[in-house]
């Protein structure tokens, strides 16, 4: 069983800095891909980052050059920094692993956390 558990959401002001952090927990051996979507109302999920189990990173035009995402292999963490906050950034963010490795033969696609609230005022 592996759970992902988010914090760090909440509401800060247009221009304002938040960090999401997201921590993966059970027999995990490895995690190829971890990233961060949003979901904002009546609108699908959209991708905002990913990084590679070797860092290499991919962004949302709409974020690139004020998000940042990085990760802790060791801890199996994943944070996203978020600065220059706009309203269009309000949304639930999900935190999303994928090709997990644990002690099950059989690797694990897509795990996904509960979300954490990200409203931005104007």
């Known amino acids: 069983q592996v759970q992902l558990v988010e914090s760090g959401g909440g509401l800060v002001q247009a221009g304002g800095s938040l960090k999401l952090s997201c921590v993966a927990s059970?027999?995990?051996?490895?995690?190829?891909?971890m990233g961060w979507y949003r979901q904002a109302p009546g609108n699908t999920r959209e991708l905002v980052a990913t990084?590679?189990?070797?860092?290499?990173?991919k962004y949302a035009d709409s974020v690139r050059g004020r998000f940042t995402i990085s990760r802790d292999n060791a801890k199996n963490t994943v944070v996203l920094q978020m600065n220059s906050l706009k309203p269009e950034d309000t949304a639930v963010y999900y935190c999303?692993?994928?090709?997990?490795?644990?002690?099950?033969?059989?690797?694990?696609?897509?795990?996904w956390g509960q979300g954490t609230q990200v409203t931005v005022s104007s």
């Open positions: 990084i590679s189990r070797g860092g290499s990173t």
């Open positions: 999303n692993a994928d090709q997990v490795l644990t002690y099950d033969p059989r690797p694990l696609f897509n795990v």
């Open positions: 059970g027999s995990i051996i490895d995690i190829n891909a």
